[in-house]
């Protein structure tokens, strides 16, 4: 299948078994995904080179089920933006139309899978990075509770953000995935000890009977062409047995703010490992060591990674730490707090996962603000901890629009017979 699209920036071809649940599956792995002998470069000139010892757990266990890796996937820079575009190995494209960006970070895994260069793909989603691209390449995505899949072997970015996730062309192929990868690894910390449901029994048990939450800012920050979709949509989940109620939930207007600072600061802590001494890019003959350090930083990371690096570090520094990072911690418990309460009365959460169809190339580089207010939907269940997924819904002038849905902590079954039944429709 050729990569016309530009999703795959290294090659592979690995398989070590032809049975298993996976046997026939051709797989894309995200560029921040640690595969042995075969560079991960996180999108990103500092790690062109870098080919690591060891596999993530997640590549365990997607070879044990018997399937083939074909290639890692373009991203933006270390997960850092929500176009594809900030990579330092050029922009992927969207497969539904070319002049438009596949969403990010993971757009070269989404856009592999809607191109059929993959059947499935592996992403990561810090704060919308699975769910974002999938929107806007036409397919599931789903971002797990936190701890659900093992981090192990994933470049960190925000550590306490991110997870592994799946992508498909449809929700059966992300339930198998996730089934796959799901599950407790003593070499992560931060891995629940929970042992995968039956994901793909859940498929059929549709929504009858759930309530569904519909909050009033995420719908209504929506553009008018999106939310339109979107209603049409919810209409059918009423015709298939759901009640739906409208939901104010007054924290989330403080969620890309609080996201931003927490993502920015972690990015600050986790990168500052890229010196050019121990791996990764290095300027020769640069000077002294502060020298050496500067300048292989500034020639290492793009645009996006230093301002974000630069912001942490502001918000992590001496008398700023309690005015910014404290503050978006406190903002964090809050929109943790009013999921609780929402939960109390809803079962599902559901808003258009992004609230605006897909951009045209270059326009991400003329307003960055605006890029991050894009990510208003998907960033809450980050800051949460909370599984949430991207299915595709009525499009708009022939480009893609999602659904997503937010449930509680471990209710994957849920959210799966949830997208299920809109993919039905």
Same mark, same amino acid.
């Given at each position: 299948m050729s990569d016309s699209h530009d999703s795959l920036v290294t090659g592979m071809d690995r398989q070590e078994r032809t049975d298993g649940p996976l046997a026939g599956y051709t797989v894309a792995v995200k560029d921040n995904i640690s595969t042995a002998g075969v560079r991960t470069t996180c999108g990103s000139a500092m790690l062109a080179d870098y080919i690591p010892p060891y596999d993530a757990t997640v590549i365990e266990r997607v070879l044990a089920a018997g399937g083939r890796l074909i290639g890692k996937t373009n991203m933006d820079e270390f997960g850092m933006g929500s176009t594809t575009e900030t990579s330092a190995f050029g922009p992927t494209t969207n497969p539904h139309a070319p002049d438009y960006v596949p969403g990010g970070?993971?757009?070269?895994?989404?856009?592999?899978?809607?191109?059929?260069?993959?059947?499935?793909?592996?992403?990561?989603?810090?704060?919308?990075?699975?769910? @974002?691209?999938?929107?806007?390449?036409?397919?599931?995505?789903? #971002?797990?509770?936190?701890?659900?899949?093992?981090?192990?072997?994933?470049?960190?970015?925000?550590?306490?953000? *991110?997870?592994?996730?799946?992508?498909?062309?449809?929700?059966?192929d992300v339930a198998r995935l996730l089934a796959v990868?799901?599950?407790?690894?003593?070499r992560d910390a931060t891995c629940l000890d929970e042992e995968p449901a039956a994901y793909d029994a859940a498929l059929d048990r549709g929504v009858d009977?759930?309530?569904?939450?519909?909050?009033?800012?995420?719908? !209504? !920050?929506?553009?008018? *062409?999106?939310?339109?979709?979107?209603?049409?949509?919810v209409a059918?989940?009423?015709?298939?047995?759901? @009640?739906?109620?409208?939901?104010?939930?007054?924290?989330? #207007?403080?969620?890309?703010?609080?996201?931003?600072?927490?993502?920015?600061?972690?990015?600050?802590? @986790?990168?500052?490992?890229?010196?050019?001494?121990?791996?990764?890019?290095?300027?020769?003959?640069? !000077?002294d060591w502060n020298e050496s350090f500067a300048t292989t930083r500034r020639a290492g990371f793009g645009d996006e990674v230093t301002r974000r690096i630069l912001l942490g570090t502001f918000a992590l520094s001496a008398g700023y730490h309690d005015k910014y990072y404290q503050q978006a911690q406190d903002a964090r418990r809050w929109i943790g707090q009013?999921?609780?309460?929402?939960?109390?009365?809803?079962?599902?959460?559901?808003?258009?996962?992004?609230?605006?169809?897909?951009?045209?190339?270059?326009?991400?580089?003329?307003?960055?603000? *605006?890029?991050?207010l894009a990510d208003a939907n998907t960033v809450p269940a980050n800051l949460a901890t909370l599984p949430a997924i991207s299915v595709p819904i009525d499009p708009v002038d022939d480009l893609p629009v999602g659904l997503q849905f937010v449930g509680p902590a471990l209710s994957e079954p849920r959210l799966l017979a949830a997208a299920a039944t809109v993919e039905r429709r």
């Open positions: 970070s993971s757009g070269g895994s989404a856009a592999a899978v809607a191109a059929g260069v993959a059947d499935i793909a592996l992403g990561s989603d810090t704060g919308g990075s699975i769910r @974002n691209p999938a929107a806007f390449c036409g397919v599931v995505g789903l #971002k797990p509770t936190y701890g659900l899949v093992s981090r192990y072997g994933l470049v960190a970015y925000g550590h306490s953000l *991110e997870q592994i996730g799946p992508i498909g062309r449809t929700v059966a990868i799901a599950g407790p690894d003593d009977g759930l309530t569904i939450g519909l909050p009033t800012s995420l719908v !209504g !920050g929506s553009d008018p *062409e999106v939310r339109t979709s979107f209603r049409a949509t059918d989940l009423e015709a298939a047995g759901a @009640n739906t109620v409208e939901l104010e939930l007054a924290s989330l #207007k403080h969620a890309v703010a609080a996201y931003y600072v927490i993502a920015m600061s972690e990015a600050s802590s @986790n990168l500052a490992r890229y010196d050019g001494v121990r791996y990764g890019h290095r300027v020769p003959d640069a !000077g009013d999921f609780d309460a929402a939960f109390d009365e809803v079962d599902l959460i559901a808003s258009p996962t992004m609230p605006t169809l897909p951009f045209e190339l270059g326009a991400a580089e003329r307003d960055p603000l *605006e890029l991050y």
